[in-house]
């Protein structure tokens, strides 16, 4: 199934990012006017479009030191 597919795990259900679907190998043979088509109908989806926000948000702060949650509390609370 597309990126992932659901395993059965001790009673749980766990998704795994692979590429078992052959989604990602699909994708890369579409030309990049498929491909911006592609991802022009994910952002109409505000769901998706908000994940992708969070999902570049969070790498392009992975290398940010971290901070205890109470500082950054303080720091915003005036």
């Known amino acids: 199934m597309l ?13 795994s990012w ?22 022009a109908e994910i952002i ?6 908000e994940d992708l926000v969070d999902i570049a948000i969070a790498e392009s702060r992975k290398k940010h030191k971290s901070r205890p949650f ?3 509390i303080k720091e915003h609370t005036g």
Request: proline share 0%.
């Open 70 to 72: 109470r500082k950054f």
């Open 18 to 39: 692979d590429d078992s679907g052959g989604f990602l190998t699909a994708f890369k043979t579409l030309s990049r006017k498929e491909q911006g088509i592609f991802f």
């Open 44 to 49: 109409k989806n505000k769901r998706l479009r």
């Open 3 to 15: 990126l992932s597919h659901i395993v059965n795990s001790g009673g749980k259900n766990e998704r």
